[in-house]
């Protein structure tokens, strides 16, 4: 149950965020890719965003660096108190109580569990650690939120998968918060309208110098060591695979790696410190992605080509680069226009106002206020509350021990109309593609992916 906690601590919330680069963008003649007016649900598959509702009593588990900011996201949501924290390493938990002090503290995690108080588990821990508290958290009969990756290898994610399959009875998340967030899901929306023409290839990278390595104990560094971690498109990389996935809208069928130790080579580590893999989808797009410890240079983004216009996503934030034989979108004739520099941008944020200018009075972010992992955790516990009451109503009128017929309500009641997030499919299939990059990775080689690797049946 520990987090990397160090001053060098990857923060995921470093890598969804960071400096705005709007201005940059614009003089590379980039048109910024906002929404004017609030889309309809059923073009975005939002249902609603709201954090008000029932409480969920929420036990955390895992407090390093990223449990610390799950506990204080969910100290500003209205109905998610958190009333139990869990790490073997009291640093952490007495941090962790600083943002819930009514929290029980346990280094037990099965403690946590044994709480019956606790509505909810958020699973924070090394991924390699994930297993066991989730399948454990699952058969306690409690909701759970998993961090992505699921797991640190193939075995242990088809484990929390069958798990998830066996607990109907509650709600499953995956920690790919992107999959919650209102920007991520009009972006989607616009790709899949063909905007880009026919998609030809794909770039992602992440690049921070810094080791990985914090305090002594062994423990406390399983990124270093390959029999904990999933490396680097394991652990950062999932969330730029999964989006990968979304956007090209299908599977990779293959995928090539290398990496080396080539800036930590003195410190015993056996992970590679930068990697490259090209991840191949069907029909011949590919997936070219590269991250390494030893330069922060151009930091992190994502580029997607096609043959009509170019979109770049970085900071959640996203342009398009349009070619000068793209054929005329029916919404630039109405759109609201601005002028940048020599270019003109057509507003598509979501929840913009009507101009950007007037958006600008409020801060050039003004949009991106609510991080995606508030938006993941709001949906969580709106999805906890729908769950249940589900569950509570096929209970009240039919045979609650009938499996069978709880699942098929469940299904056509409530889980294809749930708020946003990343379930099970989602956050299994992001993991296996990362994992299997991984290995790739560290074997030089390339991997074809079995279509049953992916499969959950």
Same mark, same amino acid.
């Given at each position: 149950?520990?987090?990397?906690?160090?001053?060098?601590? %990857?923060?995921?919330?470093?890598?969804?965020?960071?400096?705005?680069?709007?201005?940059?963008?614009?003089?590379?003649?980039?048109?910024?890719?906002?929404?004017?007016?609030?889309?309809?649900?059923?073009?975005?598959?939002?249902? *609603?965003? $709201?954090?008000?509702?029932?409480? /969920? !009593?929420?036990?955390?588990?895992?407090?390093?660096?990223?449990?610390?900011?799950?506990?204080?996201?969910?100290?500003?949501?209205? *109905?998610?108190? /958190? =009333?139990?924290?869990?790490?073997?390493?009291?640093?952490?938990?007495?941090?962790?109580?600083?943002?819930?002090?009514?929290?029980?503290?346990?280094? @037990?995690?099965?403690?946590?569990?044994? @709480? !019956?108080?606790?509505?909810?588990?958020?699973?924070?821990?090394?991924?390699?650690?994930?297993?066991?508290?989730?399948?454990?958290?699952?058969?306690?009969?409690?909701?759970?939120?998993?961090?992505?990756?699921?797991?640190?290898?193939?075995?242990?994610?088809?484990?929390?998968?069958?798990?998830?399959?066996?607990?109907? !009875?509650?709600?499953? $998340?995956?920690?790919? $918060?992107?999959?919650?967030?209102?920007?991520?899901?009009?972006?989607?929306?616009?790709?899949?309208?063909?905007? %880009?023409?026919?998609?030809?290839?794909?770039?992602?990278?992440?690049?921070?110098?810094?080791?990985?390595?914090?305090?002594?104990? !062994?423990?406390?560094?399983?990124?270093?060591?390959?029999?904990?971690?999933?490396? %680097?498109?394991?652990?950062?990389?999932?969330?730029?695979?999964?989006?990968?996935?979304?956007?090209?809208?299908?599977?990779?069928?293959? /995928?090539?790696?290398?990496?080396?130790?080539?800036?930590?080579?003195?410190?015993?580590?056996? =992970?590679? @410190?930068?990697?490259?893999?090209?991840?191949?989808? +069907?029909?011949?797009?590919?997936?070219?992605?590269?991250?390494? %410890?030893?330069?922060?240079?151009?930091?992190?983004?994502?580029?997607?080509?096609?043959?009509?216009?170019?979109?770049?996503?970085?900071?959640?934030?996203?342009?398009?680069?349009?070619?000068?034989?793209? +054929?005329?979108?029916?919404?630039?004739?109405?759109?609201?226009?601005?002028?940048?520099?020599?270019?003109?941008?057509?507003?598509?944020?979501?929840?913009?106002?009507?101009?950007?200018?007037?958006?600008?009075?409020?801060?050039?972010?003004?949009?991106?206020?609510?991080?995606?992992?508030?938006?993941?955790?709001?949906?969580? /516990?709106?999805?906890?509350?729908?769950?249940?009451?589900?569950?509570?109503?096929?209970?009240?009128?039919? @045979?609650?021990?009938?499996?069978?017929?709880?699942?098929?309500?469940?299904?056509?009641?409530?889980?294809?109309?749930?708020? +946003?997030?990343?379930?099970?499919?989602?956050?299994? $299939?992001?993991?296996?593609?990362?994992?299997?990059?991984?290995?790739?990775?560290?074997?030089?080689?390339?991997?074809?992916?079995?279509?049953?690797?992916?499969?959950?049946?």
């Amino acid at each position: 149950m520990k987090k990397n906690d160090g001053h060098q601590d %990857l923060n995921r919330r470093e890598f969804l965020s960071g400096s705005s680069l709007s201005t940059l963008m614009m003089l590379m003649g980039g048109v910024a890719i906002q929404a004017q007016d609030k889309p309809k649900e059923e073009e975005t598959g939002a249902t *609603n965003y $709201q954090t008000t509702g029932a409480p /969920v !009593k929420c036990g955390l588990i895992g407090c390093g660096a990223w449990g610390r900011e799950i506990i204080k996201t969910l100290a500003v949501l209205p *109905n998610a108190p /958190v =009333v139990a924290v869990c790490d073997t390493f009291a640093i952490g938990r007495d941090r962790a109580q600083k943002s819930a002090p009514n929290a029980a503290a346990h280094e @037990d995690y099965r403690k946590v569990l044994d @709480d !019956k108080e606790v509505q909810a588990v958020i699973v924070a821990t090394p991924s390699h650690l994930h297993r066991e508290m989730v399948v454990a958290a699952l058969q306690a009969g409690k909701h759970v939120y998993c961090e992505a990756p699921l797991a640190a290898n193939h075995e242990d994610a088809r484990a929390i998968a069958q798990a998830v399959q066996s607990a109907i !009875k509650v709600h499953f $998340q995956a920690g790919l $918060q992107m999959r919650s967030d209102p920007q991520y899901l009009f972006r989607l929306q616009f790709i899949r309208s063909g905007a %880009l023409g026919k998609t030809v290839k794909a770039r992602a990278q992440w690049q921070k110098k810094q080791s990985w390595r914090t305090y002594s104990a !062994k423990e406390m560094n399983w990124r270093l060591q390959r029999a904990t971690s999933p490396g %680097l498109i394991g652990e950062i990389g999932v969330h730029q695979v999964d989006a990968a996935i979304a956007y090209i809208n299908a599977l990779p069928v293959a /995928v090539t790696g290398f990496g080396g130790i080539l800036r930590w080579t003195d410190d015993g580590r056996d =992970v590679p @410190d930068t990697v490259q893999s090209v991840l191949e989808f +069907p029909g011949g797009v590919r997936l070219s992605y590269e991250a390494t %410890l030893a330069s922060s240079f151009d930091a992190d983004y994502e580029i997607y080509y096609g043959t009509d216009s170019t979109i770049m996503i970085r900071d959640n934030k996203a342009w398009m680069f349009k070619e000068v034989d793209a +054929p005329l979108l029916g919404w630039e004739v109405y759109a609201q226009k601005d002028s940048f520099y020599k270019e003109t941008g057509i507003a598509l944020i979501l929840d913009a106002t009507k101009s950007t200018k007037a958006a600008a009075a409020t801060g050039p972010d003004a949009a991106y206020m609510e991080s995606p992992l508030r938006h993941a955790l709001a949906a969580f /516990v709106a999805n906890c509350n729908s769950h249940a009451a589900a569950v509570k109503d096929f209970s009240d009128n039919f @045979d609650i021990s009938d499996t069978a017929a709880l699942k098929e309500y469940l299904d056509t009641s409530i889980n294809k109309v749930k708020t +946003p997030h990343a379930g099970l499919r989602e956050g299994y $299939q992001a993991t296996v593609a990362a994992l299997k990059a991984n290995e790739a990775i560290l074997k030089g080689q390339k991997i074809v992916l079995q279509k049953e690797w992916f499969d959950l049946a």
